[in-house]
């Protein structure tokens, strides 16, 4: 019996080698393009693009820059939302910073913090000399933050009681402290009133309320018309009984609930507070 002839094997490698070296090339170049956009330089990145438009002469009529002339490729256009994706990146980063204090003593927030209570506490410094040696420094008191100067009269000074007007005696001693905030006239300068909690009602006030926000209000008219400090700079509130300093069961606490608070907002709060 004559036998069958044995066919020869297919030349070349066999089918399943080609289709695994295919996948491996397929994951080579992913993971290569992985690690090439895990981080990017930006004075590098810049001078591949610059590489680019010098060698391909992708912009129209030799551009030197992204953004030089009418972008005619598809290339261009992703390259140049490439550039601003990674800008806008870094500055979203910047911006988490400042407004997470958890990031330590080292983040922008920090950083601002540290800077606006450096600027406050000297300002309270020229304050403080400025009020040193003269009839301020017995009745006014002095305090700081990182957003302000506070600077704290008694209302019996300024007031008859129940009263809103500024007292003539009180005159000269606003007229001090009127000179001192014009030192920081570019600043927002904010007056607040405050009273006990004893409960007052007559036809001109109704409530502590309405007091204090007139004798506030009565401090900053002042400040308008006998200085030259900017009248838009100037802000006046009341704040009533709500927010005491003292003990308002004795005669002493009561005296000192009864007050005017003068802020001057330091140049990184002066604007951000309206």
């Not at 930006?42 to 002339?69: F, H, M, N, R």
């Not at 003269?134 to 009269?153: A, G, H, K, R």
């Not at 920081?184 to 036809?203: C, L, M």
């Amino acid at each position: 019996m004559a036998r069958k002839r044995q066919e020869d094997p297919p030349a070349g490698a066999p089918a399943w080698m080609s289709t695994f070296s295919d996948l491996m090339n397929l994951l080579l170049c992913f993971f290569v393009l992985l690690y090439s956009m895990s981080s990017v330089d930006e004075s590098k990145w810049e001078q591949v693009v610059a590489s680019l438009q010098s060698t391909i002469s992708i912009l129209p009529a030799g551009g030197s820059a992204i953004g030089d002339g009418e972008m005619i490729s598809a290339g261009v256009r992703q390259l140049e939302f490439l550039d601003s994706y990674y800008n806008e990146m870094a500055n979203s980063k910047a911006e988490e910073d400042a407004q997470d204090p958890q990031n330590g003593k080292n983040s922008v927030y920090q950083e601002y913090q540290e800077q606006a209570l450096e600027e406050s506490e000297q300002m309270a410094q020229e304050i403080q000399e400025a009020i040193n040696g003269t009839s301020l420094e017995d009745i006014v008191e002095v305090e700081f933050n990182s957003q302000y100067v506070q600077l704290n009269l008694s209302g019996a000074i300024l007031f008859e009681s129940g009263k809103a007007e500024l007292v003539k005696e009180a005159y000269p001693t606003v007229d001090k402290i009127g000179r001192i905030l014009e030192r920081y006239a570019e600043n927002t300068i904010e007056i607040e009133g405050h009273t006990d909690n004893v409960p007052i009602s007559s036809s001109q006030f109704e409530n502590n309320d309405v007091l204090s926000m007139y004798r506030a209000l009565s401090v900053a008219t002042y400040f308008r018309e006998n200085t030259d400090l900017n009248p838009a700079n100037i802000k006046s509130s009341g704040r009533g009984d709500y927010v005491p300093v003292a003990d308002n069961s004795t005669a002493e606490g009561r005296a000192r609930n009864r007050r005017v608070e003068i802020k001057i907002y330091n140049s990184y709060s002066s604007g951000t507070n309206e």
